[in-house]
């Protein structure tokens, strides 16, 4: 059973492009969440996702961000018009949880993003 | 405003002997705590977890520890191997606060052979 996939592991983006990162959630798994870790410092979460639902996002930018979870394929995080201020690393984690809560997450092993 | 903090961005133990972590958060709405290790360039691997209607759980070499009055948690591994040298990340949450984690920045241990 593969575990959460992640890519690219590495981007770089100049200031002004977008970025695209990407999380296959372990297989079963449903529901997603992102979170950012800036250099020397925990990750605080961003975003969490169902299929095609966005279940809380208190924790995302609200300009220039987005994320989306479509009922086929990987969830997609979205930087637009990059600053060097977004330059972090980026993971994914999934949950199997349909119903209630769980405090199960899986980690994927994260996207840097570095912006030049 | 850091609701979940770990006052020691590092700690050096000699291998064999204990290693304590501590944790200290502010919000009392949180009742559910979690470790989670990590090493480079891989996403943090759970460890272990402690409800607040306990006080202690333990797994293998790995006890965590819990103070409620006191708003403070604490991991212990008995005895220290190399293979821990590692960042320990502590987090909080609750279910009124439904999936979302609140992380600690982390302390970094070194075992020494």
């Known amino acids: 059973n593969a575990g959460v996939m992640q890519n690219p592991r590495h981007l770089v983006r100049r200031r002004g492009q977008e970025a695209r990162l990407r999380c296959s959630p372990m297989?079963?798994?449903?529901?997603v969440y992102w979170y950012r870790q800036l250099p020397e410092e925990g990750l605080k979460f961003m975003v969490y996702?169902?299929?095609?639902?966005?279940?809380?996002e208190s924790g995302m930018p609200k300009e220039r961000f987005s994320a989306e979870f479509p009922k086929e394929g990987p969830s997609i995080l979205r930087i637009q018009q990059v600053v060097r201020g977004d330059s972090a690393a980026y993971f994914c984690?999934?949950?199997?949880?349909?119903?209630?809560?769980?405090?199960?997450?899986?980690f994927g092993p994260g996207t840097r993003l570095t912006v030049t | 405003d850091q609701q979940v903090k770990q006052n020691s961005p590092s700690l050096s133990v000699q291998e064999g002997r204990i290693s304590i972590l501590n944790c200290d958060y502010t919000n009392s709405m949180f009742d559910y705590f979690l470790w989670y290790k990590k090493y480079p360039a891989e996403g943090p691997t759970f460890l272990i977890s402690i409800s607040s209607i306990k006080d202690k759980n333990e797994d293998g070499r790995f006890t965590v520890f819990l103070n409620k009055s006191a708003k403070h948690l604490s991991l212990h591994i008995v005895p220290s191997q190399p293979g821990d040298s590692a960042v320990y990340f502590c987090?909080?949450?609750?279910?009124?606060?439904?999936?979302?984690?609140?992380f600690g920045p982390g302390t970094r241990l070194s075992v020494l052979p």
């Open positions: 996702l169902q299929k095609e639902n966005i279940i809380d």
């Open positions: 297989k079963g798994h449903s529901h």
């Open positions: 984690a999934s949950s199997p949880t349909t119903s209630g809560l769980s405090y199960e997450q899986y």
């Open positions: 987090a909080a949450t609750s279910y009124r606060f439904g999936q979302n984690f609140v």
